[in-house]
T-cell receptor, first 110, second 115 residues
């Protein structure tokens, strides 16, 4: 069964720092990997989707990489802002469903 | 941009009662999903649905649960005889294709509280 792990569980950084969130998964037979943002008590906002054949995707200050063979993905956030404070979830897609990690709770201090 | 909508945003129900959670997927999507997130835990897959049939379900999705697409736009999750441990956020998602390809689009969720 696919297991998805995210490290660290929580991260607190001063505004302006660049940071990296990590995601690992046990079964490399995935179709794609998606990073989501979740604000407290809210739904899931899709940030980036990386297909299994891709190595990275970029959107604004966000860059996600995927190394399928080693079962790893990273989400890089450049020049962090207080508005980036949220929980970031990594999810890998099997044929018909997503497997989610527990998330990294990010706090960006002004 | 089209989005998945879920109603109600918060549902409070007495233990033992039946509850129906409603979702309107994106109009041209063919694959529908329900997930749940118990407070402080991971988002967990419940069920996927295509062509008026369940495609896959998890071990969580037992006889207490059922899904239905009663018309061309709605997708519902029914929970019979609710239990305290059913309290969670329930997310609906839809996708245009399954397998490789496009992402799943998630709604904002329904917070279900069982008293």
């Amino acid at each position: 069964k696919q297991e998805v792990t995210q490290i660290p569980a929580a991260l607190s950084v001063p505004e302006g720092e660049n940071l990296v969130l990590n995601c690992s998964f046990t079964d490399s037979a995935i179709y794609n990997l998606q990073w989501f943002r979740q604000d407290p008590g809210k739904g899931l906002t899709s940030l980036l989707l990386i297909q299994s054949s891709q190595r990275e995707q970029t959107s604004g200050r966000l860059n996600a990489s995927l190394d399928k063979s080693s079962g790893r993905s990273t989400l890089y956030i450049a020049a962090s802002q207080p508005g980036d404070s949220a929980t970031y979830l990594c999810a890998v897609k099997g044929f018909n469903k997503f497997y989610f990690g527990s998330g990294t709770k990010l706090n960006v201090k002004p | 941009e089209p989005e998945v909508t879920q109603t109600p945003s918060h549902q409070v129900t007495q233990m033992g009662q039946e509850v129906i959670l409603r979702c309107v997927p994106i109009s041209n999507h063919l694959y529908f999903y329900w997930y749940r997130q118990i407070l402080g835990q991971k988002v967990e897959f419940l069920v996927s649905f295509y062509n008026n049939e369940i495609s896959e379900k998890s071990e969580i999705f037992d006889d207490q649960f059922s899904v239905e697409r009663p018309d061309g736009s709605n997708f519902t999750l029914k929970i019979r005889s609710t239990k305290l441990e059913d309290s969670a956020m329930y997310f609906c998602a839809s996708s245009e294709v399954q397998g490789p390809g496009g992402p799943q689009h998630f709604g904002d969720g329904t917070r279900l509280s069982i008293l």
